[in-house]
Structure formats: structure tokens, C-alpha cells
């Protein structure tokens, strides 16, 4: 009878009680968490060690279980994506359990594996011209840096990797190529290296070499596909820094790998934007839309979503003719802070009639922890911090080339025309 008793105690304690770090807790870390949460890397403290995870249990449990830690955004029903970063419930609630019941080290064990080194990058370097110098602390800033290519020839760029110079300042960035000049006289015009743009870098891109945030390597472009540099053109970085409370240096680089062949496919970008926006103070739901029918038919590589800081839910649909509308990308907690380029798992095939569709919603009230302004003010499309935008990418191949390209070319030019007028 006693040992019925014991068992029946120990049964019902288990799974609360018996989670420790040493067998538990530093899997579920290893795994999730300390990419991120270690020296020299972009997270606030480390977590690789059982004194660092200890002081900071709670915390991980609270930014475990709401699902803000580790950060990625897209949620069901979304398409399946590379680098999803996600727990399981089961982890969530080892990782709450542990810090509920006082945060217990466990037997030690041997040091838990640390993820696998990433491969190198590409040799071909770009680097920032000098290193830029941060203050301690102060808003997060956005700045824009010029690099000269010097390339005689375009090249096609298969993979690139963005290398952060110093990670516990760069958020994340985006870079551009400009013909134009029009980047080196912003350069020229700012004290120091470099150029305050929020938003946009502040010219028309002659092309986009995608964005990095933390947690991405080397992104492969979509297999025959390619990026042109340009002859002559200058690279643009465009980081998002933030402050560690000292003063901090950075330079970043991209590294990038040419394709031995030019590309054999053309990667386009469908926009589903809109700058009908016009939110007024207080307002907490505010909605924006726009959609394109496909003319022709084509693979969808990947989705890159853009919105400031008052929107809050992002949305993206496919309606395939006669059929139901499928969703590509939901997101529910929009945070500025964590744009991603959303790589599909399997590339999508989608029939020409097919409804593509986008949703931005914003709340401009106070009950809007991320909006910028207090009191709420008056929100109108626009590049800058306190301005919003409304944005879904598709990138996508046609699937025939020869016959169908111009036509998917011709739609889109049809649809910007159509935008302007609107407005
Ligand atoms: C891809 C990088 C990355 C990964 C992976 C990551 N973090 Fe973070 N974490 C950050 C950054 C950056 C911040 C600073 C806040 C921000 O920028 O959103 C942060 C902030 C935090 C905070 C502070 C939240 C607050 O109160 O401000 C906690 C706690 C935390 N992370 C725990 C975790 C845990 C636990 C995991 C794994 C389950 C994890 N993080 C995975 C990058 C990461």
C-alpha cells in the first residue's frame, strides 16, 4: 500500500518536478536559443551556461510560453518555410516547469553539444568602407552605408551571405544595388560614414539583394536563378543598429558566391502594396488590401513581408481558379524588429487565373505596446519611423518563359499604372 501511495505521488509530480537543466533544460536551449543567446551574438544575455539560464528563468519561461522567443514570426496557417524557428509545446512546458520549481541544475552532465558550426561563406567579400562608431545607448538607428562594387563586367550571384561586423549591434539589414549616383550624395551629404534612412534607403534601387536578420546564413537564390550586380554599381547596406549601453564599433560585409552560368530563369517580384493609408489617431483596427490575378503560370519561391511598427497582422492568399483560398503566410504579431525573407520548403506551383491577396492591419491606439507615439497621432503611408507601409512580396519564376513572360511583365506594369492613377 505504501509503495502504491509513493508511486502514485511520484506519477503525479513527475512531470513538473523532474525537469532539470543538465538533462532537460540546455537541449531545448541548445537547440532554440543560444545561436543567438551567447557572447558576442545578437541576444541581449547568454544562455549557454546553467548560472546564466538560472538567472534568467522566468524570463525564459514568459518568452517561451507568449511565444516571443525564439522569434519568428509566421504562425498556422502558414506554408512551410526554411529556418523555422519554433518549439513544440512540449518544450514550452519543460522550460516553465524548470523555472517553476526553483530552476534546478540536475545531475551535471557532460557539456550538452552546441550547434554545428555553419559552413563558411563565399570568399568574394564586400566590405564597409570604415568602421562605424555607436554611442552607448539612444533610439535604435537605422543607417545606410556605400560601398563602391568596382566590378568592370555584371556579375550573377547565386548565394550570398551578409556578415555582421559586430552582432550585438546589427539587427538586421538590407541591401541594394544603385546605378543611379544617388546613394554616394546622400553618403557625402551626412556627417560620418553612412546616412540616417529609416524605411527606404532614400533612392530608387537599380536591384535588391535581398535582407539578413539574425538566425539567417547563406541564402541561396532559387535554383537557375540569379541576382545581377550590376557594372559599376555601388552595394548598399542598409542596418537597422541597436545599443548594448556601451559604445560599440561595427563592420559588416556580404559575402557572395557568382554563378559560373548567367541565370537560366528570371526571379520576379510581385508587389501586393498599397499607399492608401490613411489611420487615423486611436483607430485599433485598420485594414489595407491588395491583390493581383496571375495571368500566366508561375512557382513561387518566396514571401517577403513590409510594414512599420503599428501594423500588427499580416496576410497572404492564394485563390486558385474555381477552388478555395489557401493561406500562404499568416502573421499575428507583427514586430518591425523581425523581417524575414520567408524561403518556401517546396516551392509552389500556382495556375495562371489564381488570386493573390494581401492583408496589413494596423492598430493605431494606445493599447498598442509597439505604436511609437503617445498619445497616437495620425498615420499616413510614407518611408520614414512614424510613417506606415503596407507590403507582401512574391518572388516567383514563370514556369513558361518563352511564351509567358511578357505577359506576367506586361500585368504587372498594368497594376502599377492602375496604383498610381488611384491615387
Ligand atoms: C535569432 C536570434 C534569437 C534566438 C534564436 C532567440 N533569441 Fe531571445 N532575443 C534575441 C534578441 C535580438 C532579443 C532582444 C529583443 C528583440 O530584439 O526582440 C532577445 C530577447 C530575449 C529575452 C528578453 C525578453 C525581454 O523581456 O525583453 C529573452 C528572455 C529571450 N530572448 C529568451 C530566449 C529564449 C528562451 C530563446 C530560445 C527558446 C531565444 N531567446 C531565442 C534573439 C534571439
Redesign the pocket.
Same mark, same amino acid.
Given at each position: 500500500m505504501k509503495i502504491f501511495w509513493l508511486s502514485l505521488l511520484l506519477a503525479k509530480s513527475l512531470p513538473s518536478s523532474a525537469a532539470t537543466y543538465s538533462r532537460d533544460v540546455a537541449p531545448i536551449?541548445d537547440r532554440?536559443?543560444v545561436?543567438?543567446?551567447r557572447a558576442g551574438e545578437?541576444?541581449?544575455f547568454p544562455?549557454d551556461t546553467y548560472e546564466a539560464a538560472r538567472k534568467?528563468a522566468r524570463?525564459?519561461a514568459l518568452?517561451?510560453s507568449t511565444r516571443?522567443?525564439? /522569434?519568428f514570426k509566421p504562425v498556422p496557417p502558414s506554408l512551410t518555410f526554411h529556418r523555422e524557428?519554433r518549439?513544440s509545446s512540449i518544450e514550452i512546458r519543460t522550460l516553465q516547469a524548470w523555472a517553476s520549481t526553483g530552476a534546478p541544475r540536475g545531475i551535471k552532465t557532460s557539456i550538452p553539444s552546441r550547434p554545428a558550426a555553419p559552413p563558411p561563406p563565399p570568399s568574394e567579400t564586400w566590405r564597409m568602407l570604415s568602421p562605424y562608431d555607436l554611442p552607448a545607448d539612444g533610439p535604435d538607428q537605422y543607417r545606410c552605408f556605400v560601398i563602391p562594387t568596382q566590378l568592370k563586367d555584371a556579375r550573377y550571384i547565386d548565394a550570398f551571405e551578409f556578415l555582421p561586423g559586430n552582432r550585438r549591434v546589427v539587427?538586421h539589414a538590407l541591401m541594394f544595388f544603385d546605378l543611379s549616383g544617388a546613394a554616394r550624395k546622400l553618403d557625402a551629404e551626412s556627417d560620418g560614414p553612412g546616412y540616417p534612412c529609416f524605411g527606404t534607403p532614400g533612392f530608387l534601387p537599380t536591384s535588391s539583394l535581398g535582407g539578413w536578420s /539574425?538566425?539567417n546564413g547563406l541564402l541561396q537564390m532559387p535554383p537557375g536563378t540569379a541576382i545581377k550586380a550590376p557594372a559599376g554599381a555601388d552595394l548598399v547596406f542598409q542596418i537597422h543598429y541597436h545599443f548594448t549601453g556601451k559604445p560599440e564599433s561595427d563592420t559588416s560585409a556580404v559575402a557572395v558566391r557568382y554563378s559560373e552560368k548567367p541565370p537560366q530563369k528570371k526571379l520576379l517580384d510581385i508587389p501586393l502594396t498599397s499607399k492608401a493609408i490613411d489611420i487615423p489617431a486611436g483607430q485599433s483596427r485598420y485594414e489595407v488590401t491588395d491583390y493581383f490575378e496571375l495571368p500566366v503560370d508561375i512557382t513561387l519561391w518566396q514571401i517577403i513581408p513590409h510594414a512599420h511598427f503599428i501594423a500588427r497582422e499580416v496576410r497572404a492568399w492564394a485563390t486558385p481558379p474555381g477552388g478555395l483560398r489557401k493561406p500562404l503566410l499568416t502573421i499575428t504579431d507583427w514586430d518591425f524588429?523581425w523581417q524575414d525573407i520567408y524561403q518556401l520548403k517546396t516551392p509552389l506551383h500556382l495556375k495562371a487565373g489564381t488570386l493573390l491577396e494581401m492583408q496589413v492591419r494596423y492598430d493605431n491606439s494606445d493599447a498598442n505596446a509597439r505604436n511609437p507615439n503617445r498619445p497616437p497621432q495620425r498615420v499616413l503611408w510614407g518611408p520614414g519611423t512614424t510613417d506606415e507601409m503596407a507590403g507582401v512580396h512574391f518572388n516567383v519564376t514563370v514556369d513558361n518563359e518563352a511564351r509567358d513572360l511578357e505577359d506576367l511583365t506586361h500585368s504587372l506594369w498594368g497594376k502599377m499604372i492602375r496604383a498610381i492613377r488611384q491615387r
Open positions: 536551449l532554440h536559443c545561436q543567438c543567446h545578437v541576444g541581449p544562455l534568467h524570463q525564459i518568452a517561451a516571443f522567443m525564439p /522569434p524557428r518549439m539587427h /539574425p538566425g524588429n
